[in-house]
């Protein structure tokens, strides 16, 4: 896990710059993503990650749908799933927003 790459900061003294704030980002979503999408986090700056893996999910979710469309019993469980992913993957979003409105574009141009 990246976790140890980000560090670990005091409350009361916590600064962050671009790279940290990009490099936490980036770990949340590997955690809330699962390794059922490292595919989808493998290349790309983060917003494309996130995109790509906003995609798989949704698919995810829909495969579910018929799932539950043609009585699959795992339907539900795995619709369910893919909705709290699509809910966290929203949240990381509007963080990126956040760190991006405080920092400016967090990858680099390169």
Not at 74 to 98: D, F, N, W
Request: glycine fraction near 6%.
């Amino acid at each position: 896990m990246r976790a140890a790459s980000v560090g670990l900061y005091s409350t009361s003294l916590m600064t962050v710059n671009r790279e940290q704030a990009r490099d936490a980002l980036a770990t949340l979503l590997e955690v809330f993503a699962g390794p059922n999408y490292s595919g989808a986090l493998r290349d790309g700056d983060l917003t494309t990650r996130l995109e790509r893996c906003t995609g798989w999910v949704k698919a995810e979710a829909s495969e579910a749908a018929s799932l539950i469309e043609s009585c699959v019993p795992h339907g539900k469980p795995m619709l369910a799933q893919a909705q709290q992913r699509l809910a966290v993957l929203e949240s990381l979003k509007m963080l990126q927003e956040v760190a991006v409105n405080h920092f400016g574009p967090l990858d680099d141009p390169s």
